[in-house]
């Protein structure tokens, strides 16, 4: 049987925007258990927080990584549950549906651009926005096209981060500091977004 016959069309291999920009390629390991990715059926998230220059066309990263879904499964679980209610109401009373639903209904799937252009929460554009972060679900190779991809401006972002509790906005710090550690995106993380969805 042909696999590449059978494969959903929802997947389509991983554009290079959801690449590692610190190698050029494809990220292959889980930031938290380090597990292999990109052979595996093993299902996982990449989060990446860019500066826009031109839109997504040109931007640089302040963070990046991947993590494998029974990690983020992990770590979701020791976000309180007042944080995690919060967080999931302000998205279903935000989150533009219907936009996200033509999307899947007309099968947008091999231009990344609508799905990844307009803050999903605020509508505003990637060329008028000083920061974002984008968040992809990958199987193996692929992107799996959705819930994600999806873009979230800064603005939402500060939003997100009021809803949080004292103690998981210090279990983000903690987790901050377990998984990125000493890097070269350390210092611009400090002034940066804090939030892992
Ligand atoms: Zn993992």
Same mark, same amino acid.
């Given at each position: 049987?042909n696999?590449?016959k059978?494969?959903?069309?929802?997947l389509?291999?991983i554009?290079?925007l959801?690449?590692? +920009?610190i190698t050029?390629?494809?990220?292959?390991k $889980?930031i938290?258990?380090?597990c292999?990715l990109?052979?595996?059926?093993?299902?996982y998230m990449i &989060?990446k927080a860019?500066k826009?220059y031109?839109?997504l066309r040109?931007?640089?990263?302040?963070?990046? %990584?991947?993590? $494998?879904?029974?990690c983020?499964?992990?770590y979701?679980?020791k976000?309180?549950s007042?944080s995690m209610q919060?967080?999931? !109401? %302000?998205?279903?009373s935000?989150? +533009?549906?219907?936009?996200?639903?033509k999307l899947i209904?007309? &099968?947008?799937y091999?231009?990344?651009?609508p799905?990844?252009?307009?803050c999903v929460?605020k509508?505003?554009e990637a060329e008028d926005?000083?920061e $974002?972060?984008? %968040?992809?679900?990958?199987?193996? +190779?692929?992107?799996?096209?959705g819930?994600?991809?999806y873009?979230l401006?800064g603005v939402?972002m500060? !939003?997100?981060v009021?809803?949080?509790s004292?103690?998981?906005?210090?279990?983000?710090?903690?987790l901050q500091?377990?998984l990125?550690g000493?890097?070269?995106?350390? +210092?611009l993380?400090?002034g940066?977004p804090?939030?892992?969805?």
């Amino acid at each position: 049987m042909n696999q590449e016959k059978n494969k959903p069309g929802n997947l389509v291999q991983i554009p290079k925007l959801f690449y590692a +920009d610190i190698t050029g390629a494809p990220m292959d390991k $889980c930031i938290s258990c380090e597990c292999n990715l990109l052979d595996g059926n093993v299902p996982y998230m990449i &989060e990446k927080a860019l500066k826009p220059y031109d839109g997504l066309r040109s931007y640089s990263t302040i963070f990046e %990584y991947a993590m $494998c879904m029974d990690c983020m499964t992990g770590y979701q679980s020791k976000i309180s549950s007042q944080s995690m209610q919060s967080i999931n !109401e %302000y998205f279903a009373s935000h989150i +533009d549906i219907e936009g996200r639903k033509k999307l899947i209904t007309n &099968e947008s799937y091999t231009d990344l651009a609508p799905w990844v252009n307009r803050c999903v929460v605020k509508n505003l554009e990637a060329e008028d926005l000083a920061e $974002c972060q984008i %968040y992809g679900q990958c199987v193996g +190779d692929q992107l799996v096209m959705g819930d994600y991809p999806y873009m979230l401006s800064g603005v939402a972002m500060d !939003e997100v981060v009021e809803l949080l509790s004292p103690e998981t906005l210090d279990e983000f710090g903690r987790l901050q500091e377990e998984l990125i550690g000493p890097s070269e995106f350390q +210092d611009l993380l400090k002034g940066g977004p804090k939030v892992f969805i």
